[in-house]
């Protein structure tokens, strides 16, 4: 039987994947009637799902597990997500821990936690209700083995404007810094139709835009491919526009760049659907580091792949992923590296530092980058992203594009154009499809969050677009 009073707190690491698979465990949790309380109040449990991507990660993982720890001793403390598929052991020897979880059958947690909870309670009575120390048990299977896609509740959250949506989990690429197909397993797609059937029920539940996500998400279907069946993201993108055609905004989360079929631009050069934004992942500007990386591609196929989306879809963003101080990265390297990512004029960048994960081919290379030198190099490349940013939003200044309004927001202080309002004026914010920030004033006190409204962008500010609601 369910513990219906008990309480269950949870933190996410990591990525969007991650933050997407918490909110359904949670939901798993509430079916079986579990209440969910904030991470900083006491709590029955408390379910962490870790990343360990970067050393970072491993730490703040730890770290929320003390935290948790220390709010409430006598919780329940369930570990879950990459860092506990890559290191349990290391995960139970910390102080408090219940119970370490991998990343396959997790639907299967919550009737773990509740056995959990009647042994402890068996042990309890049985020293007389002296408390008894349990060493954490560890559920964790070898992601290697993994072959069918792990389906988990959809939860439908309170401010229905942007929802995620998993197609695929798993990779199989194998570049020599990551750790992700050792923690995720191989590429596991979903099933187009269930895919479909999330879409639907999200759009029936009044959800503006639905973002297709997954660890190696372009390789979606690469699984299934043989014979004359090619299903991948291009097919599943098809789908997903017949067979829900009210579906206002459709964006994809991340896609390769050996991984963009002419089919996929044709689609999203004439859909009024699809969001004119895709993230490449570039990793370095430099041919050597590339080569160095397991990275399947050139400079040059990269920036050909930039130009013909371009000329296919016009104002497009193309966000990319950038790592500094691989092995071996010299001035030399990313001097060159920095010029590519400027001249290809990306429009934001996600800027990493190389991080050693041990079992990657990386982790043994010689001449490994000092701290400060990443620091130095990461710093530059997240001013450049700044002006990168700016650069892109101020050349649609003048124009009208459509807006989702997600939230209240403020606007800099610094900012030379305010436009004459009284006490009732809120700014609300909200991105066009091609991923620009932006805020307008509005003087009506309805909830606003879901609605679509044209905007005049006036002024770029900082990180976001000034504009007025036409």
């Not at 992601?143 to 389906?151: D, G, P, S, T």
Request: hydrophobic content about 40%; charged content about 25%.
């Amino acid at each position: 039987m369910a513990l219906k009073t008990k309480t269950i707190a949870a933190h996410t690491l990591g990525c969007k994947v991650n933050q997407l698979e918490t909110e359904s465990l949670l939901e798993v949790f509430r079916t079986a009637g579990y209440r969910v309380v904030n991470f900083d109040t006491p709590a029955d449990i408390y379910l962490i799902n870790t990343c360990t991507i970067t050393h970072l990660g491993d730490r703040k993982s730890r770290q929320m597990i003390r935290r948790a720890q220390r709010c409430n001793p006598e919780a329940m403390i369930v570990v879950t997500g990459c860092y506990a598929q890559r290191s349990p052991e290391a995960v139970q020897k910390i102080p408090g821990v219940s119970l370490i979880w991998g990343n396959q059958d997790r639907a299967e947690i919550v009737n773990w936690v509740e056995q959990l909870f009647a042994q402890k309670s068996a042990n309890l009575q049985v020293e007389d209700q002296t408390e008894v120390g349990l060493e954490a048990l560890i559920r964790v299977k070898d992601i290697r083995q993994a072959q069918v896609f792990e389906e988990l509740p959809l939860a439908l959250e309170r401010d229905r404007t942007r929802a995620l949506v998993k197609v695929e989990d798993g990779c199989s690429q194998f570049c020599s810094y990551c750790i992700v197909p050792y923690t995720r397993g191989p590429v596991r797609s979903r099933p187009a139709e269930r895919v479909v059937e999330e879409i639907i029920r999200l759009v029936e539940a009044g959800y503006q835009e639905v973002v297709l996500t997954g660890i190696h998400t372009s390789a979606y279907g690469k699984e299934w491919r043989y014979g004359g069946d090619t299903p991948n993201l291009a097919t599943l993108i098809q789908k997903i526009l017949e067979a829900v055609p009210a579906l206002p905004r459709l964006r994809i989360s991340s896609i390769e760049p050996t991984e963009m079929p002419e089919r996929l631009l044709e689609i999203m050069s004439q859909s009024k659907v699809i969001c004119r934004h895709l993230h490449i992942p570039l990793q370095s500007g430099d041919d050597e580091i590339l080569r160095q990386m397991r990275r399947p591609y050139t400079t040059a196929q990269y920036a050909a792949l930039i130009q013909r989306l371009r000329r296919k879809i016009s104002g497009v963003a193309v966000t990319t992923d950038i790592m500094v101080g691989f092995p071996g990265e010299t001035e030399q390297h990313f001097n060159r590296s920095f010029n590519f990512i400027y001249e290809l004029g990306f429009s934001d960048l996600h800027v990493f530092k190389y991080s050693p994960r041990q079992g990657t081919l990386a982790a043994a290379l010689p001449n490994q980058v000092a701290a400060p030198d990443k620091e130095a190099r990461s710093q530059q490349l997240i001013a450049l992203a700044h002006d990168l940013r700016q650069r892109f939003a101020a050349s649609f200044v003048g124009q009208t594009l459509e807006v989702l309004l997600e939230e209240e927001t403020t606007i800099p202080k610094e900012s030379n154009w305010l436009p004459e309002r009284d006490m009732k004026t809120a700014f609300w914010g909200g991105y066009t499809d091609n991923y620009i920030r932006v805020a307008v004033p509005v003087v009506e006190k309805a909830r606003l969050s879901g609605r679509f409204v044209p905007v005049l962008l006036v002024d770029s500010q900082a990180d976001l677009v000034l504009g007025k609601i036409i």
